[in-house]
C-alpha cells in the first residue's frame, strides 16, 4: 500500500512549509519535514518546496548541505517530488538575483516571464496544464482531466533542451513554458498542487502510489 510512506519535506528556511505538509498528510504520508540532510534517509520519499528567491534558497541548500544530499538521493533513483522554485532549482542555471548557479540535475535555465502589456508577472492563478499521459506519467494522472487547472505564483520559467523530461506545458500571455517535468522516479511542477484543492491532492496521492509501488518492488 502506498499510504503512510515515510515521506521527507526539506525545510531549509525558505517560509512556511505547513500547508505543504499538511497536503501530503491528507493524502496518507507519514510526512514530516527535516531540517538537516542527515535526516533524508528516514523517507521513502523526498519533498523540495521552494518560494522566495532562487539566490537565497541556493545559499542556504550549499549551507546545510542539503545541494549535495538532493543530488545523490536523486542518483540513487529514489522518489523525489519538487515544488516551484523545487523545480526551478534542479536545471543549471537561473536568470535570478543577476545569475544563480543551481543544481545542475538537468540541462537547462531558469528565465524570467517575458510578456505582452496587459498580461501581469507574476503569473498567479489557476490554469491549465498540457500534461504527456505516456507510460508511468499516465498513472500519476489517474482522475485528472485535460480541463483540470492548477494553482500558479512564479515570476520565472524553466527553458530546458531535454524534450524527453517534460510533463507538462502551459501557455500564458502567449509564452509556452514548462510546467512540469518527469523522469524514472522523479516528478516536478512549476504549479503548487497544495494550493491546487482536490486536484492537487489527487496529483499527491497518485506520487505516493506509485513510490510505494516502487519500494515494494525494490
Not at 82 to 109: H, M, N, P, R
Not at 139 to 149: M, N, P, R, T, V
Request: a neutral charge; proline letters at 3%; one cysteine or more.
Amino acid at each position: 500500500m502506498s499510504e503512510g510512506r515515510n515521506t521527507a519535506i526539506i525545510d531549509y528556511g525558505m517560509g512556511n512549509l505547513r500547508s505543504v505538509l499538511r497536503a501530503w498528510e491528507a493524502v496518507g504520508a507519514r510526512a514530516r519535514l527535516i531540517r538537516s540532510p542527515l535526516e533524508i534517509d528516514s523517507g521513502d520519499l523526498l519533498v523540495f518546496p521552494g518560494q522566495g528567491a532562487i539566490a537565497d534558497a541556493m545559499k542556504l541548500l550549499k549551507s546545510t548541505g542539503f545541494d549535495s544530499a538532493i543530488r545523490d538521493w536523486i542518483a540513487a533513483g529514489k522518489p523525489f517530488f519538487g515544488i516551484c522554485l523545487g523545480l526551478q532549482a534542479l536545471f543549471q542555471f537561473s536568470e535570478e538575483g543577476g545569475g544563480t548557479e543551481c543544481l545542475g540535475v538537468f540541462e537547462g535555465s531558469v528565465k524570467k516571464l517575458n510578456l505582452p502589456r496587459g498580461f501581469k508577472v507574476p503569473h498567479m492563478g489557476w490554469d491549465n496544464v498540457d500534461f504527456r499521459r505516456d507510460g508511468r506519467r499516465e498513472k500519476l494522472l489517474d482522475g485528472i482531466s485535460d480541463a483540470d487547472q492548477f494553482y500558479f505564483v512564479h515570476s520565472y520559467y524553466v527553458e530546458t533542451p531535454r524534450a524527453d523530461i517534460v510533463w507538462g506545458t502551459t501557455e500564458y500571455g502567449g509564452q509556452k513554458f514548462v510546467s512540469a517535468v518527469s523522469a524514472g522516479s522523479l516528478a516536478a511542477c512549476q504549479f503548487h498542487p497544495e494550493k491546487s484543492q482536490s486536484r492537487g491532492l489527487r496529483l499527491y496521492s497518485n506520487f505516493l502510489k506509485s513510490a510505494g509501488a516502487e519500494c515494494a518492488g525494490s
